[in-house]
């Protein structure tokens, strides 16, 4: 079975401080595939990131970072001086190498406060 | 490029009547893909295509749902007889490939049935 969780219903920050969004899968496949993706209130997924399982090397893109640990069947988002336009719904999901959905977690609300 | 098209974007409807949602995928794509999004929760495969074939349709809830794409480019999602749990956001997302290939999603058509 195919399972993401994302324990954080709702984060909320003061502006430039950092924010790490927690996403711990489950999957029976060797291969598989994790997506980081932002909803903002207009709605549109807006894709971030995705890493295959054979990479456990950490990105870093602007002020995004994503720390995937397979020991512990994570895939962790840090946003570093995180800004207002932050502020979205954000959602990690999971795609095995032979299925054709995804598997989406059930989202982290993040508020930036200025 | 354009990307990932939805209409109408907002749909009304009475207990019982039909709709029909669309998605013009982003030029190219050769995968489509449905998934329904409750309101606080992640969005939930409906079905996939590749091309004008429907490979996948495991996740359409009842054969009320029933959705088409007949020249491999736009897709129609048509719920017949509509129940109030059939209230969501009806998302499409297409991707070059197919899974595990990135999903590109579009804005969503909000349906609300009273």
């Known amino acids: 079975a195919q399972k993401v969780t994302q324990a954080q219903t709702e984060i909320s920050v003061v502006e430039k401080e950092d924010v790490t969004l927690d996403c711990v899968y489950e999957?029976?496949?060797?291969?598989?595939?994790l997506f980081w993706y932002k909803q903002p209130p207009s709605g549109e997924l807006v894709f971030l990131i995705r890493r295959n399982s054979f990479d456990e090397q950490n990105e870093i893109s602007g002020r995004y970072s994503w720390n995937f640990q397979k020991s512990t069947s994570s895939f962790n988002f840090t946003i570093t001086a995180s800004q207002v336009v932050d502020s979205a719904v954000y959602f990690c999901a999971l795609s095995g190498n032979t299925g054709n959905q995804f598997y989406f977690g059930t989202g982290t609300s993040l508020t930036v406060i200025p | 490029g354009a990307g990932v098209s939805q209409s109408p974007r907002y749909k009304v409807a009475k207990r019982g009547q039909d709709v029909a949602l669309r998605c013009d995928p982003i030029?190219?794509?050769?995968?489509l893909f449905w998934y329904q999004q409750a309101l606080g929760q992640g969005p939930e495969f409906l079905t996939y295509?590749?091309?004008?074939?429907?490979?996948?349709k495991s996740g359409l809830p009842s054969d009320r749902f029933f959705a088409e794409r007949p020249e491999g480019s736009v897709s129609t999602l048509k719920i017949q007889r509509t129940q109030q749990e059939d209230s969501a956001v009806y998302l499409c997302?297409?991707?070059?490939?197919?899974?595990?290939?990135?999903?590109?999603f579009g804005p969503g058509t909000r349906l609300t049935v009273l």
């Open positions: 295509f590749q091309n004008e074939a429907q490979l996948d």
């Open positions: 997302a297409s991707s070059y490939t197919g899974s595990p290939d990135t999903q590109y």
């Open positions: 030029s190219g794509h050769v995968s």
């Open positions: 999957t029976r496949d060797t291969t598989y595939y």
